[in-house]
């Protein structure tokens, strides 16, 4: 739909600087788009993709389909038994080919909730990724505990799942396993990524749909708040990314997007150096998933 990068630029540049997805205000009224146009794998409209979930998550809560936040986060803890995960490969990817081929099986995941400051319905956006081909998407245990009234997923063809549960999590490790009835196409999950290994993300900062960058995994660590396992990488993200793919060059999973520390040079924070991106290592999904690896 190129004819949105000329005629429409702006119109749509507008938009994305007031997203109704943010608390931001004052809030903005209902986008009226009501095409999707996502051009599997690259072209991305931003406008549409979020119009089209917003609407289908208030068609699903009108509807009485999903579940509630207290069920997700009833279920969202304790071990997943899958009967089995993709044997990951040794063939390498350029990045173009990482994206087209790792895409399908990132998702948006939008949180449905009553704004306090403008009473209006707004979706809050994070990122979850398929592990199964029968609808089981992994994403940050903190994505539960945020406030909404239910939860959908929206894959790169614009169609738009309700969440029917969680089939397991570990808070502490902060990671959710979630459930769309949908068929899904996994990621295959590899451990032992060594530092300086290349890796690249997919996710949705700040509710830019399907983001690819690129970096390497530049630490492993043992958190300093609670020694957990923990590794940092170079690859970008933010606010809507929590929950993505850390992929390796293979495009298996080696980790999930968690959270990102800003460093400060001085101590009133005016001074940014550094941000960085803290995953959970893929080991402790693994953990969580009982499962064996690949064909027999
Ligand atoms: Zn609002």
């Known amino acids: 739909m190129r004819f949105l990068l000329g005629a429409l630029l702006g119109l749509v540049l507008g938009a994305l600087a007031t997203l109704p997805l943010l608390p931001r205000h004052p809030c903005p009224d209902p986008l009226s788009a009501d095409t999707l146009c996502l051009q599997h794998p690259v072209d991305v409209e931003d406008v549409a993709v979020q119009e089209r979930l917003s609407r289908e998550l208030a068609s699903l809560a009108e509807r009485g389909i999903g579940a509630s936040r207290e069920e997700l986060l009833a279920g969202a803890s304790g071990h997943v038994t899958v009967e089995r995960l993709p044997a990951p490969t040794d063939e390498s990817l350029d990045l173009p080919e990482l ?13 449905r909730y ?5 009473e209006r319905w707004h979706v809050r956006i994070a990122t979850a990724f398929a592990v199964t081909d029968d609808g089981l998407l992994v994403t940050n245990h903190h994505v539960l505990e945020t406030d909404y009234e239910l939860l959908g997923a929206s894959s790169l063809d614009g169609r738009v799942y309700s969440v029917v549960g969680a089939e397991g999590g570990d808070p502490e490790a902060d990671l959710a396993v979630v459930r769309i009835e949908a068929a899904t196409e996994p990621l295959p999950l590899k451990s032992g990524s060594p530092v300086g290994a290349p890796v690249a ?9 399907y983001t690819l960058t690129e970096g390497i995994l530049s630490r492993r660590y043992a ?9 940092s990488i170079t690859a ?9 793919p850390v992929l390796d060059e293979t495009g298996a999973v080696v980790g999930v997007a968690a959270v990102t520390q800003a460093l400060y ?6 001074r940014l150096q550094m941000v960085v991106k803290e995953c959970v290592p893929v080991e402790a999904l693994i953990a969580l998933l009982d499962a064996t690896q690949g064909p027999p």
């Open 201 to 209: 993300v997919i996710s949705h900062p700040r509710q830019r749909a």
């Open 265 to 270: 040079a001085d101590e009133e924070e005016r």
């Open 114 to 118: 009553l704004c306090p400051n403008c």
């Open 236 to 244: 970008e993200y933010a606010v809507g990314s929590s929950g993505a």
């Open 99 to 111: 994206y087209a081929r790792c895409a399908p099986s990132v998702y948006l995941l939008g949180g």
């Open 223 to 231: 958190r300093a708040r609670d020694g957990r396992p923990a590794l």
